[in-house]
């Protein structure tokens, strides 16, 4: 098969949560032992970081691989959904896996995967840590995709585990409460492993996190206690200013409210890999956190894609995204003065639409929409749930046509925002000139 086909053919051989929702979860990690076994534990031949989270994982994944290959490493990356290109999943030192390897993985494993019929995120993660022993890497950040205990890829045993922060998101499969789903992240610690936590909003979940790191004894390190950070804020510019206890100071790319959160749990995991004598320069941290972008191949984190009229696409899509996205957007515009903000909104149909378009400025005009995926609320219904909400504005049938009207619509110094969805910033980006995946 060529490697669109191989691609077609994973995607109509296997389920696929990120089309198809609930229908493709497959909890439990027989599978994915399975397929290690049958690989010969590719896993065991590199040293692992380990990063569940809500909110924030992606970002503080592409961070610590910018800057660990920025240190002379090579790294393996791998992170999830993908925006417009499967081979984005699965990198080392920012390049994408080649079309070749993916062909030759399904051809040499076919004929054991078919009869255990495992779910394209199982699939896709042994592809990923046999592609890091192919490449010999020195580290790899792995990802989960959708809680921790039952994730596939927690059958790994890192040198560090993360746990960026906690809050309600898929809680048809982790549970209704913040405590039930922070038992489910914190099932990726494991007996002796340090684990770094991030932001905690609530004594219960923090209860929980320290509980199970007692019981594995892990070393915990919270955020809250620790001493990386000096002074952050946000420039006009859209970038961040760090003033680091390690490394003085530094300039994050990556803009966005949360980007202070990620930048003290990197600092602070960059601390614990120095006591493991894992050596990252000064200079690397500073490449790192101002090039994560070119580095990594990093997309949708508060991402201006254009100028005039600015246009904003960010993937954040639960209601612990929203709101710092509520944050930074109402910031924005006292900022712009008498610019007006458009709104290309779409959503999951898993996701929790009422609480989520609550956080959503009610001063501004939508264009509400459907990403071009199974899982995508229908537009009319997110509609009703949006007027219920206060939210008015046009309904558009697709992304593109949102764009289309939005653009013309909006004056060089309004502020057009794409998201809601990660389906509906990987519609969008492409539509954009200069975007490369």
């Not at 076919?110 to 010999?136: G, H, I, N, V, W």
Request: proline letters at 3%; hydrophobic letters at 40%.
């Amino acid at each position: 098969m060529t490697y669109e086909e191989t691609v077609q053919y994973l995607y109509a051989s296997v389920p696929v949560f990120q089309h198809q929702g609930a229908g493709a979860y497959k909890p439990g990690l027989e599978r994915s032992k399975a397929l290690d076994d049958h690989l010969n534990h590719p896993h065991t031949a590199y040293q692992t970081i380990h990063v569940a989270g809500t909110n924030g994982k992606g970002s503080v994944c592409h961070l610590l691989a910018a800057i660990l290959q920025e240190s002379g490493y090579t790294v393996g990356l791998y992170t999830s959904p993908h925006l417009v290109d499967f081979r984005e999943r699965i990198r080392v030192n920012g390049k994408k896996i080649s079309k070749t390897y993916v062909v030759d993985f399904v051809e040499r494993t076919r004929d054991f995967f078919e009869p255990l019929k495992p779910s394209f995120f199982e699939l896709t993660s042994t592809m990923a840590l046999d592609y890091f022993r192919f490449k010999q890497v020195d580290f790899a950040i792995i990802e989960t995709g959708l809680g921790g205990r039952l994730d596939s890829t927690n059958i790994i045993t890192p040198i560090i585990s993360i746990i960026t922060n906690v809050s309600l998101d898929h809680q048809k499969f982790l549970g209704e409460t913040v405590k039930e789903i922070a038992t489910e992240k914190a099932g990726i610690m494991k007996p002796g492993v340090p684990v770094i936590v991030g932001e905690v909003d609530s004594t219960d979940v923090l209860d929980v996190l320290e509980e199970r790191a007692d019981l594995v004894e892990a070393p915990m390190y919270w955020i809250g206690n620790q001493d990386v950070m000096q002074e952050s804020y946000l420039m006009t510019t859209g970038e961040w200013y760090f003033s680091s206890s390690d490394y003085g100071q530094l300039f994050g790319q990556l803009s966005g409210v949360v980007q202070a959160r990620n930048a003290n749990v990197v600092l602070t995991t960059l601390r614990l890999l120095e006591n493991m004598d894992v050596k990252t320069t000064a200079t690397a941290v500073r490449k790192g956190f101002e090039h994560v972008i070119e580095l990594t191949g990093l997309h949708g984190r508060w991402e201006q894609v254009q100028e005039k009229p600015c246009v904003i696409c960010d993937t954040g899509h639960n209601e612990g995204a929203w709101i710092f996205l509520r944050k930074h957007l109402d910031a924005e515009m006292k900022h712009r003065g008498q610019a007006r903000l458009h709104m290309i909104i779409g959503m999951a149909n898993d996701k929790d639409v009422e609480n989520i378009l609550s956080l959503m400025p009610e001063k501004a005009f939508y264009y509400f929409t459907q990403a071009s995926v199974e899982r995508a609320m229908p537009v009319e219904e997110l509609t009703g749930y949006a007027v219920l909400a206060g939210l008015s504005g046009m309904v558009c049938d697709t992304v593109e046509e949102a764009v289309k009207k939005a653009l013309a619509e909006a004056g060089e110094r309004d502020l057009v925002f794409i998201g809601g969805s990660t389906f509906v910033v990987a519609d969008a980006l492409p539509l954009f000139p200069g975007y490369d995946a």
